[in-house]
């Protein structure tokens, strides 16, 4: 039986042809989900604001106007109801009640009594209660854990490669944080600590491939010292290209698989991963890649200065 291959063996794409354009692209769409993201903000959930989330399936599908009517009745601050995952699963958002946990604790009860009195057979999946306190210090943990994600990564690439593969994760890292903020904020997706997991992740494996280009690059610099740099950054990419597709593919195929049949819980998760996978694979070949250039990194720019005289056709 022949083996099925998603890339012929003798592809030779041009990669580097449209570096500038993908640059120009790139830059647009990273300032505009920055300035997005800060504009309208992200949709942060109970655990980064604190508060209060009741999570209700109903027997069938509502009118979310009189729900959000019946809800304010009760008198418990401004609400926020959103559908979760279905036509018939919503979130109820509620502002932390002032005082001891048992106020909470009381108007929890009161949403769920109104919603079982006002509907029945309704379900109530879970009640979360973050104080002020607790959201506050998640938030800058978890800010500060990608923060130094970040930075770790791009040291040890520092530290293994030479400072320009540094800079080039480091930007490579920001464009894909960047852009998976920006979907959220468009979105309005929640945004908890599964989701900043799921940034996590991002940040982890969407340098996965990076890297494994970056030391192909790497040994083919060494292997071809004549030979210009665009040239052999292409042949650098199109050697690894199998491997990219292959191992790309098969985790969207299983995030893919997650969203579209796993729990709800882990909606955000999937989504967020299976995002930072496809924008980071894009990243390998047209940010992390093209740096080296926009650097002035050239075939002989790591050699040692008597091995940059060796006459061509000569052994190193």
Known sequence: ????????????????????????????????SIVFTMYRG?????????????????????????????VDSLKLGDSS?????????????????GGADAAANVAATRVKLMVEGAYPGARIDSVDTVSGKVSEELAKDSALAIALAMVGIALYIWLRFEWQFGV?????????????????????????????????????????DTVVIYDRIRENLRKYRKMAMLPLL?????????????????????LGVLMAIGPEVIF?????????????????????????????????????SDEKDVPQGQPA
């Not at 924008?279 to 926009?294: E, K, N, Q, R």
């Open 81 to 97: 109801i959103q559908e979760f995952g279905g036509p018939r699963t919503y979130q109820i958002r509620l502002p932390k009640p």
């Open 234 to 254: 292409n042949l650098s990419l199109n050697e690894t290209l199998a491997r990219t597709v292959v191992t790309s593919l098969t985790v969207l195929i299983a």
């Open 1 to 32: 039986m022949k083996l099925l291959k998603l890339v012929p063996e003798n592809t030779n794409l041009d990669f580097m042809r449209w570096r500038n354009l993908a640059l120009a692209l790139s830059l647009i769409a990273t300032i505009g």
């Open 168 to 208: 080039g994760a480091l930007l490579t890292l920001a464009h894909d944080v960047a852009m998976t903020l920006g979907f959220f904020a468009f979105t309005r997706l929640p945004v908890d600590l599964n989701v900043v997991a799921a940034f996590l992740t991002i940040v982890g494996y969407s340098l996965n």
């Open 268 to 304: 955000g998760l999937a989504i967020a991963i299976f995002l930072g996978v496809l924008i980071g694979t894009y990243s390998s070949i047209y940010i992390s890649t093209p740096v080296l250039v926009w650097l002035g990194v050239e075939p002989d720019s790591f050699l040692k």
């Open 42 to 70: 992200l949709n942060l959930g109970v655990d980064f604001v604190g508060g209060q989330l009741v999570r209700v399936t109903f027997q069938q599908p509502i009118d979310v106007e009189k729900l959000r009517g019946q």
